[in-house]
């Protein structure tokens, strides 16, 4: 496993941006495909972005598409999330996950390594 740890979380206005970043430790960071997911309260853990090791590929979960861009800087083992024209049901927890086994990209077992999340609000 790897350890990673997220940052840039906040409260920010209904329109406004954020950028998250997440940090991973090892050597093998470019190796993996990396994901963003969100959990909500009372909610199950939900698929945002994935990025495939070299960054050649990303994908989104529709309800984000064309408001967030998941991008990764091999040389700093760390992958983003820009958050634009945020909305309020995007407020949740927001997780990094290093994806480990095969699949579409969208479930969380396809992921082995988890951060502790950063928080996220939008207020209306």
């Known amino acids: 496993q790897v350890q990673l740890v997220e940052s840039g979380g906040g409260l920010v206005q209904a329109g406004g941006s954020l950028r998250l970043s997440c940090a991973a430790s090892g050597r093998t960071f470019s190796t993996f495909a990396m994901g963003w997911f969100r959990q909500a309260p009372g909610k199950e853990r939900q698929f945002v972005a994935a990025i495939t090791g070299s960054g050649d590929s990303t994908f989104y979960a529709e309800s984000v598409k064309g408001r967030f861009t998941i991008s990764r800087d091999n040389a700093k083992n760390t992958i983003y999330l820009q958050m634009n024209s945020l909305k309020p049901e995007d407020t949740a927890v927001y997780y990094c996950?290093?994806?480990?086994?095969?699949?579409?990209?969208?479930?969380?077992?396809?992921?082995?390594?988890w951060g502790q999340g950063t928080q996220v609000t939008v207020s209306s």
């Open positions: 996950a290093r994806r480990y086994w095969g699949g579409t990209y969208f479930h969380p077992d396809e992921y082995d390594s």
